[in-house]
């Protein structure tokens, strides 16, 4: 376990509960970094499948290994970007992501994308930070290197805390 997840693995349980992964199911893990959240949804899904996507090749490969060093089988990864990948069309009953969804370049483009990967009735489940205010850390860290907003130009991570902007977003996706 990456200390990144042993960090996070409070908030994994939580996770959990609300992915609900079913035996049969087949799982598609959005910015899956190490693969922790993939290999235990393919733990869960063991009739089924899960698959793990991160843009980063890094990632990918420890999350490789990691499955292999585990004996997973039901599981694979692949170095992509959610946005443009050409995923299934209809073939996963669940999409989740622990922290993987708030850097899209396009948020609509990648959210329809996985939409058309996703079966009638699929689900997506995401983890996301709350609004810049509510997280300390970042307050602390802008507040010492001067900074007031978030930097022009890049992908803001806090764009999913607002509960209305990502329902904008969906319907634009759809």
């Known amino acids: 376990m990456t200390s990144y997840d042993a960090e996070l693995q409070r908030h994994n349980e939580v996770l959990r509960q609300a992915c609900g992964v079913q035996f049969r199911d087949h799982v598609l893990d959005i910015g899956c970094g190490s693969g922790q959240t993939t290999r235990e949804a393919a733990r869960a ?35 992509a970007n959610a946005e443009v990948y050409r995923f299934p069309q209809e073939h996963f009953d669940l999409a989740i992501s622990r ?13 329809a994308n996985i939409s058309r990967a996703l079966r009638p009735a699929g689900r997506l489940v995401m983890m996301v930070w709350q609004a810049p205010e509510r997280n300390g850390w ?13 930097s022009a130009g890049l992908p803001d991570a806090f764009s999913l805390a607002d509960p209305p902007a990502v ?3 969906l319907e634009g996706a759809g």
Not at 140 to 148: E, Y
């Open 45 to 79: 899904a063991r009739a089924g499948s899960a698959l793990g996507v991160d843009v980063s090749a890094a990632a990918v490969e420890r999350a490789r290994e990691a499955a292999r060093a585990e004996g997973i089988r039901n599981v694979t990864f692949e170095r």
């Open 99 to 111: 922290f993987g969804t708030m850097f899209f370049d396009d948020p609509a483009a990648a959210f």
């Open 138 to 150: 970042d307050v602390t860290i802008r507040q010492a290197l001067g900074m007031t907003a978030i």
């Open 167 to 169: 329902t904008e977003i």
